[in-house]
């Protein structure tokens, strides 16, 4: 099952872009991603979710949560 992570980005597609690539190195895959201004909505598989909150909520430029 899937989750969504919804992640508000202060810097657009530069803090877009940061997200990405945080998550390809812990080596998780999105299977969609989906922007509409600086909102970023993903959808995690279940078992990779806390880990991927967790590493994101590292970012400074960026705020998460769960949608």
């Known amino acids: 099952m899937e989750k969504r992570i ?3 980005l202060m810097d ?3 803090s ?3 997200v ?3 998550l390809r190195g812990r080596n998780i895959k999105p ?3 989906q922007m509409d201004k600086n ?3 993903l959808c995690i598989e279940e ?3 806390e880990d991927a909150f967790l590493n ?3 970012l400074q430029d960026v705020e998460v949560s769960y949608k």
């Open 6 to 8: 919804k992640a508000d």
């Open 12 to 14: 657009g597609l530069n």
């Open 16 to 18: 877009c872009m940061r």
């Open 20 to 22: 990405l690539v945080t």
């Open 31 to 33: 299977s969609c991603i």
């Open 39 to 41: 909102e970023l909505v």
């Open 47 to 49: 078992n990779n979710i």
């Open 56 to 58: 994101l909520s590292k």
